[in-house]
């Protein structure tokens, strides 16, 4: 089951960014410690009772003409129509109701998405509640009453929130079809990677309404095998600020992975692997999900005997903190390599799903150690009794020790290699929980 995404709507100085850092908590700031992967502002994971979700923060409005306000308040919520599972809008008590407010009320009641209507700033309930029922005029229903300085109210406008997620989850039957996204920059071939694939084999089974306005998700036959692909095209937008486009191609991609089962990266053969690519990259990774880089438009390279390695050899550079992706050098316009890509799909499904018998793996774990000593410190050696596979999608292992302080990171990569050495695992990334256990 996907996490939910919520995401938050309003107008500039309504509060959003304030909210949005309350309940993401310390961790948003956090850059993090995998190289290459910064935690972008954007969207953040955030946890409440039993549930978990993604929120994204739609963004900053900062125009100056009242008409560009209206127009950039509806592209941002027609962003959170397209991508979102929940919808919080955002309004101001001491604002009051305004003009932008009912234009985007309107919007969100057409989309028949659920919507959340936050009145922020409430610090004090007795002086400002009269004042927050004007916004049932909105018509989008009952506001709840907020303040996200002083993190009044923040539990009952999660209750709300997460009621939505309930029947989400009723609805959403669960389809085991492999869901497949595709991500990266503008104008990488996203699109037409996705055209392709369906038109070499003609059978699009369904449409599903899909993540954007401009690509539905596809599902496909490919012998005798159905897979769905998320696009995440639709960025290309006459917009006059680049990082306003990054931005919207950020959250896209954050929906997109969300849902998906494996992640195609796609590079420019002909630009190279960029920070961007990392960022849009890192995004998959910290969620774990099976990835393929592909690396289009290979036709328009001069090659010669060492062109692969070349290039193999920069995207591992850049993208350091992912060494078991999968790398495919791929043609759209000239269909090169394209049917391998199903057959790499399915690789890294079933790796990405893979179990491993304890008995087994112990005996892996028991060897690296006996080849190399683990870390000491003060003269106390790490000592390792016991290492079990606990959850697939990512595969995770919890490893018991005497003393966790003594599990230096390096050592966990070393044991991780290890563990790859034996079982593969290619295209999936591999998580480990470190237990203490007292010695007996």
């Known amino acids: 089951m996907s996490k939910p995404v919520v995401a938050i709507v309003g107008r500039p100085n309504v509060g959003k960014s304030t909210l949005f850092n309350a309940l993401a908590g310390e961790r948003i700031s956090i850059v993090k410690d995998t190289p290459g992967v910064t935690r972008d502002r954007i969207y953040a994971e955030v946890s409440w009772l039993n549930y978990e979700f993604t929120m994204i923060d739609t963004g900053g409005i900062e ?241 010669n005997d060492k062109t692969v390695k070349e290039h193999t050899d920069k995207i591992r550079q850049t993208l350091s903190f992912m060494p078991y992706a999968q790398i495919m050098f791929i043609s759209v316009k000239t269909g090169q390599r394209l049917p391998k890509i199903y057959e790499t799909i399915d690789a890294v499904i079933e790796n990405n799903s893979m179990r491993v018998g304890t008995g087994v793996l112990n005996e892996i774990i028991t060897e690296a150690v006996a080849l190399q000593q683990p870390p000491s410190d003060k003269g106390r050696r790490l000592k390792i009794f016991y290492t079990t596979q606990v959850a697939v999608k990512p595969p995770t292992f919890v490893i018991f020790v005497n003393d966790k302080e003594l599990m230096h990171f390096s050592y966990v990569r070393y044991l991780e290699n290890r563990i790859r050495d034996a079982f593969g695992f290619e295209g999936t990334s591999l998580k480990f929980i470190i237990r203490e256990r007292k010695e007996d």
């Open 63 to 303: 125009p100056d003409s009242k008409d560009i306000i209206i127009s950039q308040m509806r592209e941002q919520a027609q962003i959170a129509i397209d991508t979102a599972d929940v919808i919080v809008f955002m309004t101001d008590v001491r604002q009051g109701l305004v003009d932008a407010d009912a234009k985007v009320a309107d919007m969100l009641r057409r989309s028949k998405k659920p919507v959340v209507l936050v009145v922020n700033k409430v610090d004090n309930f007795d002086k400002y509640m009269p004042d927050v029922y004007e916004f049932y005029n909105l018509g989008i229903g009952e506001p709840v009453p907020i303040s996200s300085s002083s993190m009044l109210g923040l539990g009952d406008m999660l209750d709300k929130v997460t009621a939505f997620f309930a029947a989400r989850d009723e609805d959403e039957e669960e389809d085991e079809t492999p869901k497949i996204a595709i991500i990266g920059k503008p104008n990488v071939g996203k699109s037409s990677l996705v055209n392709k694939l369906c038109g070499e084999n003609r059978v699009i089974v369904s449409n599903i309404a899909g993540t954007t306005r401009d690509a539905i998700d596809t599902r496909v036959k490919f012998h005798g095998k159905d897979y769905i692909f998320i696009d995440t095209a639709g960025l290309r937008r006459k917009s006059k600020v680049k990082e306003e486009l990054e931005r919207f191609s950020i959250i896209r991609a954050v929906a997109a992975v969300e849902k998906a089962d494996v992640v195609i990266i796609m590079i420019d053969a002909t630009e190279g692997v960029t920070e961007q690519d990392a960022k849009i990259a890192g995004i998959a990774h910290d969620r774990g999900k099976g990835i393929i880089i592909a690396v289009n438009k290979w036709d328009a390279i001069e090659k």
